[in-house]
């Protein structure tokens, strides 16, 4: 799996909305870009996933380049409970791969009253 | 309610002791996963199951099984815990056979502390 680089840190405003980078140079053309987030204390939760389009759901907003080496998760409206950290994470679809899902160090996210 | 639940969620033992974490889905999934996160806070997969079949079995010493009773459940047993096997353990659930979405989820977590 390709591997993805990510600030490891960034506050963001209530409110406002919150654009996580990562960048992924070397994805091939059969990785998926994948979101995860971890809140404190808690498990994993998966938020968006996409192959070249933009693609967005109730959590979130998912732009891939048109080159596909980097990426932006984008929380439209932060809130506080949108604090936790950050996962980017490429990988072939599920079935070729067994599924492994492999972390990084990821972006803590610190959203701000 | 809980999709994918784990017993304990706090485990404190000494040093050479075996212990069991316990994992159970309700979501209907095929495949189950054991993520170990250290005290550096790197998530690391240890082992998946998809069918009570074992597929995914990283680097990890044998003192660690893995037993899948059924679809629904996947329990961790370490024998002769050690040091640093203290960590917060994770369990997960997919679907492997969904079509493109496939999203894990996970459980709780279990701390556990050896000492």
């Known amino acids: 799996d390709a591997k993805t680089t990510q600030p490891p840190s960034m506050d963001c405003a209530e409110g406002r909305a919150a654009n996580l980078p990562c960048n992924h140079s070397?994805?091939?053309?059969?990785?998926?870009v994948y979101w995860y987030r971890q809140i404190h204390s808690q498990g994993p939760q998966y938020i968006i996933h996409?192959?070249?389009n933009n693609e967005t759901n109730e959590m979130a907003s998912l732009i891939i380049t048109e080159d596909r080496k980097s990426s932006t998760l984008i929380l439209p409206h932060a809130t506080l409970r949108d604090t936790a950290v950050y996962y980017c994470?490429?990988?072939?679809?599920?079935?070729?791969?067994?599924?492994?899902?492999?972390f990084g160090g990821g972006t803590r996210v610190l959203v701000k009253p | 309610d809980t999709a994918v639940s784990q017993t304990p969620k706090y485990l404190v033992t000494q040093m050479g002791n075996d212990k069991s974490i316990k994992c159970e889905q309700n979501?209907?999934?095929?495949?189950m996963y054991w993520y170990k996160q250290d005290s550096k806070k790197f998530l690391k997969i240890m082992f998946s199951?998809?069918?009570?079949?074992?597929?995914i079995n990283e680097t990890v010493p044998n003192r660690f099984s893995p037993k899948s009773p059924d679809k629904a459940h996947l329990n961790l047993h370490i024998n002769s815990l050690e040091l640093g096997d203290s960590a917060v353990y994770f369990c997960?659930?997919?679907?492997?056979?969904?079509?493109?979405?496939?999203?894990?989820?996970f459980g709780p977590g279990t701390r556990l502390t050896v000492l």
């Open positions: 199951y998809n069918n009570k079949e074992l597929i």
């Open positions: 994470i490429v990988r072939v679809h599920p079935k070729a791969a067994g599924n492994k899902l492999t």
């Open positions: 997960a659930s997919s679907l492997m056979t969904s079509g493109v979405s496939n999203e894990q989820f």
């Open positions: 996409g192959l070249k």
């Open positions: 979501l209907g999934h095929d495949t």
């Open positions: 070397t994805i091939s053309g059969n990785e998926y």
